[in-house]
């Protein structure tokens, strides 16, 4: 796949997360073999405005390269604006969220709000492409709901605007998360690409899922939730593409080393207290399928500073070696 100047064969991308994607994550999933990594979502109001939060967001590193800066909104002044201020930080690309299904953002016409005015969709295009000289791509879904599916017509006024990747999350709006991601969209929506390349999202998990939406045609594929899950999963996928065989599985070690690397990395980031409480969130994903983690994670739960969770985390290990499966 063409991205400007770059040439990516086979992306194998890490999706857009609030509150997940931020440069910690972004860069354990690169060096696992994630080829394009992209931030959170930000809003352009913010953005023009020069909120801080929202600009933290939107900081690249070298390291992590090709990576996209993601924007959302629909004015189209502030569009053009935050794009030219995206741009101005760096990045390889823009992205716009054209699939957010929160009401908060879809209900007053962003995100997936777009799907619903392929008009206003053009517009909102053309208005980051008046704005950047860089790439321009898009992520959106299916369509607002099950009787109103338009992903073909929009893949077609995407190409025609020259935008230079389209990634589809293969659910509807209304369905939010519920439900299974319907792949069967697949070949009609790289048809209706044309030279577009198509990066498909939603309920990628293992590499034989990558396999099979590639084997349906499409260029690439995005991985959100596998991906908190199991940032291995980018090199696995493409061993087992090259090989047709499984990568051994991350030791216990591996996964407990890269939970503390993943903590210090966070709280470098977001700040002691802030950093440690919003961490919270991935030790299930760490700790999965670690016999008697259960009490670990509970302990975890009360803790405020790195020290003594990195102390539970590797006296954890310790017994977990000692203690023969
Ligand atoms: C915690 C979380 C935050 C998300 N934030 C964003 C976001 O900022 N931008 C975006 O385009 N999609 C966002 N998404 C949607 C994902 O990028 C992806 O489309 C969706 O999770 C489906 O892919 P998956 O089944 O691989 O997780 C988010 C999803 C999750 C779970």
Not at 81 to 90: H, K, P, T, V, W
Not at 91 to 102: E, H, L, R
Not at 237 to 249: C, P, R, V
Request: aromatic share 6%.
């Amino acid at each position: 796949m063409k991205l400007g100047p770059l040439e990516i064969h086979t992306p194998l991308a890490l999706a857009p997360m609030e509150d997940v994607s931020d440069i910690a994550f972004r860069a354990i999933c690169k060096e696992r073999g994630a080829d394009l990594v992209y931030t959170e979502f930000t809003n352009v109001e913010a953005i023009v405005r020069d909120v801080k939060s929202a600009m933290d967001k939107i900081q690249v590193t070298e390291a992590e390269r090709p990576v996209g800066i993601q924007l959302y909104g629909s004015n189209g002044e502030s569009l053009e604006r935050a794009a030219a201020i995206a741009e101005s930080l760096g990045p390889d690309f823009i992205d716009i969220n054209c699939g957010c299904w929160v009401k908060k953002v879809a209900m007053r016409g962003d995100g997936a709000g777009l799907l619903r005015d392929l008009g206003r969709f053009e517009s909102v295009v053309q208005s980051v492409t008046r704005g950047t000289k860089l790439p321009v791509t898009v992520k959106t879904r299916l369509g607002w709901d099950a009787d109103s599916i338009v992903i073909l017509d929009v893949a077609r006024m995407l190409e025609h605007n020259g935008v230079q990747a389209l990634t589809v999350h293969c659910r509807t709006r209304k369905q939010g998360y519920t439900g299974q991601a319907d792949w069967s969209w697949l070949p009609g929506i790289k048809e209706a690409c044309g030279s577009m390349p198509l990066l498909a999202n939603g309920d990628i998990v293992t590499p034989e899922d990558i396999k099979a939406i590639l084997d349906l045609g499409c260029d690439g594929a995005m991985i959100g939730r596998g991906a908190i899950e199991n940032p291995w999963i980018f090199e696995q996928a493409k061993h087992y593409l090259a090989t047709g065989e499984h990568a051994s599985a991350p030791s216990a070690e591996d996964r407990i080393e890269l939970c503390i690397r993943h903590l210090k990395d966070h709280v470098a980031l977001h700040g002691d207290r802030r950093g440690v409480t919003s961490f919270r969130k991935f030790y299930v994903h760490y700790l999965r399928g670690m016999r008697d983690s259960h009490p670990v994670r509970v302990a975890l739960m009360a803790l405020y500073e790195v020290g003594p969770i990195e102390e539970v985390l590797r006296g954890f290990l310790e017994r977990y070696a000692e203690v023969p499966a």
